[in-house]
């Protein structure tokens, strides 16, 4: 019940291109879901976050979606760019709780030129 | 505020040897949590602090895992009788209350 399931493993979206991210979760107790955004070698980064009281937030090129009736949440990266490749994570936690992330397992992005 | 401090940032170390992370979070921020990542998984939660309380820990810490965080301030790490298996990267993140977490860079172990 803790999980985070994340799709695709990788995806390739050409320059100029929508990348799209899933992630379902299990536990109810989450209310918290963040997208991090991580290159090699380095720490994660958080990108935008949204809590179950909205069904969608934008903030530039970077949209999450979420579906609370399916447990679902996904990020739409628009008009991407070589420099979005990275390995992106989604995540949940229990913002009263302890506030521990449970992150998905990852997906890393190729855009091609 | 230069955001969240982990020192160092790659250790290198034989197996059996005692080794300490560092953790300087933003300031006043109360939570803080340390996280494992191994190549090509996402972080994994291993504990985390309420101020100098250490309030959960998973059970991925065993007995050679110990951490601190002496009057709420920075945080280590320490990892005792090191084992091939604990070759990882070890980050370190913060946050204030519900707020979103913010992570370092990671210390890199490798044990040999």
């Known amino acids: 019940q803790q999980q985070v399931k994340q799709s695709p493993q990788s995806l390739i979206v050409q320059k100029g291109g929508i990348s799209i991210i899933n992630c379902a979760y299990e536990?109810?107790?989450?209310?918290?879901f963040p997208w991090y955004q991580q290159f090699p070698g380095k720490g994660p980064a958080l990108l935008i976050a949204?809590?179950?009281?909205?069904s969608e937030k934008k903030e530039g090129r970077f949209t999450i979606s979420f579906n609370k009736s399916a447990k679902q949440f996904s990020l739409h990266i628009m008009d991407s760019q070589p420099g979005d490749s990275a390995t992106y994570f989604c995540?949940?936690?229990?913002?009263?709780?302890?506030?521990?992330?449970?992150f998905g397992q990852g997906t890393t992005l190729q855009v091609k030129p | 505020d230069t955001g969240v401090s982990q020192d160092p940032r790659h250790k290198i170390t034989k197996r059996g040897q005692n080794v300490t992370f560092r953790c300087d979070p933003i300031?006043?921020?109360?939570?803080l949590y340390w996280y494992r990542q191994t190549l090509g998984q996402g972080p994994e939660f291993l504990t985390y602090?309420?101020?100098?309380?250490?309030?959960?820990k998973s059970r991925l810490l065993s007995d050679r895992f110990s951490a601190e965080r002496p009057k709420g301030s920075f945080s280590t790490l320490e990892i005792q009788r090191t084992e091939q298996g604990d070759s990882a990267m070890y980050l370190c993140a913060s946050s204030f209350e519900t707020a979103g977490a913010f992570f370092g860079q990671g210390t890199r172990l490798t044990v040999v």
């Open positions: 995540a949940a936690s229990n913002s009263g709780n302890t506030g521990k992330l449970i």
């Open positions: 949204i809590r179950p009281d909205v």
């Open positions: 536990n109810t107790a989450f209310d918290y």
């Open positions: 602090f309420q101020n100098e309380a250490q309030l959960e």
């Open positions: 300031s006043e921020h109360n939570r």
